[in-house]
């Protein structure tokens, strides 16, 4: 029975909080995401998995910077070195959207690198090709829309009808694998990088059909196959849950933003067999929390103590990256004091203060007057005033809508002049 470990959406060079370490000079982030890759290839080292199967988007972009290459190099070397075959899909954040350029894991396949395999098209591979495991798998990788359109010599603008058709390309592709080239008697693994009808982004979004490829579920739970391992969505799930065969997503193996607070991180160890897969969930410890807090001022009395009961104790901020959202009147930017609240997080990895000062809209009235006595212009003129626009402007729309009254109750039609 083959044993595969399964990870996607590595990420390693997500820097976009907190500082550089002073030994390595790498920004302590990326450290974070490397600690987690750095477990995974253990594993698959100390347990001497069959297979490592990565789903895509090794970088957080196209063009990875040669510091963050090198670390990823070293981690796949050092499968390589203990003799583990490893499939490297390409995600979309490995690809290049222009035709002919290399993509971010090219090199493994150029310089050759013993049991890697860099999967960068739609392919099939048979036991002989996995250096005799007894496993076929099929590979999906990110396919960019400019290449599609330049394979397919289309010319449309609606992107939804390109991925429509490359949907409809890679459904008949599969299909075709699983009718004709499939060998009934060994397991087979579907891997794509791509989204799946019913998947749920991280913060329980969910999947927008439209917006990239997605493929059908019907697609990926036939029976048929005996493990698909997904990437691109960074939430963990099983989107065939209790089913045959499992379909995975892992999720990414660090935190990337805040709508990823809430999830845990995972690999997957997986035992496939033919009509039968067991699959053991890795979870990763120590990643770094995330901390979302939010606050609304409804009193100008002890600001300060409420925003720090807004957030957590001060032990639980430690090494965390934390932020506070704060939604108040304008009129009480004064009464907020971000060094106090500093001062409180100063366990924190990062914290972020936002403020979302709020205009005080509401059109308040003499006493003398009610909105029924009143007439649309009068009405209007309060509303420019409560929304503080500047007098030349609040002229200028008030004369178009004298304009647009008169013209209405002359039952003619508007026309502005320029």
């Known amino acids: 029975m083959p044993r595969i470990l399964h990870f996607a959406d590595a990420h390693i060079d997500m820097a976009n909080y ?21 477990t995974i290839v253990d594993t698959a080292i100390a347990e001497r998995v069959d297979l490592v199967l990565f789903a895509g988007d090794a970088y957080k972009d196209r063009s990875p910077a040669p510091t963050f290459q090198r670390e990823w190099g070293r981690r796949v070397m050092r499968l390589s070195r203990a003799g583990i075959p490893t499939l490297l899909l390409v995600g979309n954040h490995d690809l290049a959207p222009a035709l002919g350029r290399a993509h971010a894991l090219e090199s493994f396949d150029t310089l050759e690198v013993p049991f890697v395999r860099v999967l960068d098209k739609p392919e099939f591979l048979s036991p002989q090709e996995l250096g005799g495991l007894p496993l076929q798998v099929m590979a999906l990788p990110w396919i960019s829309r400019s290449g599609l359109i ?4 289309l010319n449309v603008n609606d992107p939804s ?18 009718e004709e080239r499939v060998d009934p008697s060994l397991p087979v693994i579907l891997t794509a990088h791509c989204s799946v009808q019913g998947a749920q982004y991280g913060g329980e979004r969910a999947v927008m059909l439209g917006s990239d490829l997605v493929l059908p579920g019907s697609l990926v739970k036939d029976p048929r196959l005996d493990y698909v391992a997904l990437g691109h969505i960074h939430k963990p799930q099983n989107l065939n849950d209790g089913g045959h065969p499992p379909v995975i997503y892992p999720g990414s193996i660090e935190r990337v933003d805040f709508g990823e607070a809430q999830d845990e991180k995972y690999f997957i160890i997986a ?9 053991e969930w890795r979870k990763l410890e120590g990643i770094r929390p995330f901390i979302d807090c939010y606050a609304r001022l409804e009193s100008q009395e002890g600001v300060t103590d409420y925003l720090r009961g807004a957030l957590p104790a001060s032990s639980e901020l430690h090494g965390a990256i934390a932020r506070l959202v704060v939604e108040y009147p304008r009129d009480w930017e004064p009464l907020i004091d971000e060094a106090a609240l500093r001062e409180y997080t100063a366990d924190c990895f990062e914290f972020q203060l936002i403020r979302r000062p709020q205009t005080q809209a509401r059109i308040r009235l003499p006493g003398d007057q009610t909105i029924g006595s009143l007439t649309p212009l009068e009405l209007l003129e309060q509303y420019w005033r409560a929304n503080h626009l500047e007098q030349s402007e609040s002229q200028v729309l008030q004369e178009l809508a004298r304009q647009v009254i008169e013209e209405s109750e002359a039952g003619g039609t508007y026309q502005h002049s320029p």
């Open 18 to 38: 907190g500082r550089h370490d002073p030994h390595t000079g790498l920004p302590v982030r990326v450290m974070d995401f490397l600690k987690s890759l750095d």
């Open 150 to 153: 330049a394979q397919l010599g």
């Open 161 to 178: 009808a390109v991925y429509e058709r490359l949907g409809d390309r890679l459904i008949e592709l599969v299909s075709g694998w699983l």
């Open 271 to 279: 035992e496939v067999n033919r009509g039968e897969t067991r699959v």
